[in-house]
């Protein structure tokens, strides 16, 4: 009897170890879509950081052939303030690293991570990034563009069928930033699926456009550099609430309709697959991060911005830099300074 007891007491014990890892790993998975009440769970996980002290940051000036370096994968009609803040921080691994040039890839043209051979690079001595952006916005942006240029008729009829309305590519942004393979725009659900996870471990970072100064924060931090190296010019905003209103000037109920519909999830399947798997590692890099340097950081943005809305006289995001160094914007705290005064 005594011996059954020790048993029973074993095996009570490996089913609680085991639920207990259950529990964890379950606080680290993001159910991100359903289909045919099938929920396709994804386990995602921060984004880890770039260990200096182990492998020098990849400033390298191999020959043009070399897939080393600092790479950006620019998916079409998003932000191009992911490339420029890529060209900001080569610019101050070079300051470091003087005569050495740092080699980056062309960062503002939208070329698919697949047709840069990105398969051959080798990792200790590259660092892959990318920016992604809401599917619906990416659409309303497009739609916005086309009939603002009149090329696209302001109508549902030219909103759910215009098939030279980019965006509505399906899963444009999980086919930009795939490595291993083409994708199909109307492949399965679980083969989408696949393709999130190896895009998550494939790179070092990626970054969401309506969670901008959150995500340049966090890339500032993993990579262990100033915060000034990854702030970006002064610019008319893209993701504040004003922007996203005027953008939708041409949006009509309908339209909002169809962008809630199953229709455009499903075809849209692998790019909500995609953003919402980022979005979760974003949240959980972020709490992996020292919460009060983070906060301090996001906080010097601001008011970098708030005092160069001062300088310019009109509301914008960003920073005036007119190619400025961390070390000498400190002038725009000055200016905030003066006006609070």
């Given amino acids: 009897m005594k ?11 490996i089913i609680i170890y085991v ?8 606080s680290r998975t993001e159910p991100v879509v359903t289909k045919d009440r099938n929920l396709i769970q994804i386990t995602v996980d921060a984004f880890e950081p770039w260990n200096r002290s182990e492998t020098p940051f990849p400033c390298v000036t191999d020959s043009k052939d070399s897939k080393d370096g600092i790479y950006f994968i620019k998916v079409p009609r998003t932000s191009h303030i992911g490339a420029s803040v890529t060209y900001r921080i080569a610019r101050f691994e070079e300051r470091l690293n003087l005569p050495r040039r740092c080699k980056i890839n062309d960062a503002n043209k939208p070329i698919k991570a697949l047709d840069q051979k990105l398969w051959t690079r080798n990792k200790t001595k590259t660092f892959l990034w990318s920016m992604l952006e809401s599917p619906e916005i990416r659409a309303i942006k497009r739609f916005d563009l086309m009939v603002r240029t009149k090329r696209a008729e302001a109508t549902i009829e030219a909103f759910v069928n215009d098939t030279s309305i980019t965006p509505y590519i399906p899963n444009t942004q999980l086919a930009f930033l795939s490595i291993d393979t083409r994708i199909s725009g109307f492949d399965s659900i679980e083969h989408y699926a696949s393709l999130v996870k190896n895009v998550l471990a494939e790179y070092n970072f990626i970054g969401i456009d309506e969670r901008l100064h959150e995500s340049l924060v966090a890339l500032s931090m993993l990579i262990d550099i100033d915060i000034g190296h990854v702030i970006y010019e002064f610019t008319n905003c893209a993701f504040t609430n004003y922007a996203a209103n005027n953008l939708r000037r041409y949006i009509t ?20 697959l995609l953003y919402n798997a980022v979005n979760k590692a974003l949240d959980l890099t972020i709490a992996s991060l020292d919460s009060e340097e983070f906060n301090a950081r996001l906080k010097k943005i601001d008011q970098w911005n708030k005092a160069s809305v001062i300088v310019k006289g009109k509301h914008g995001c960003g920073v005036v830099l007119n190619r400025k160094f961390p070390e000498e914007l400190g002038e725009l705290s000055e200016i905030l300074s003066a006006r609070a005064k």
């Fill in 3 to 13: 011996i059954f007891i020790q048993d029973l007491s074993f095996y009570i014990t």
């Fill in 19 to 26: 639920l207990i890892l259950w529990i964890y790993s379950s």
């Fill in 253 to 272: 109920p309908e339209m909002d309709s169809y962008l809630k519909s199953k229709k455009w999830k499903t075809r849209q399947s692998g790019d909500y």
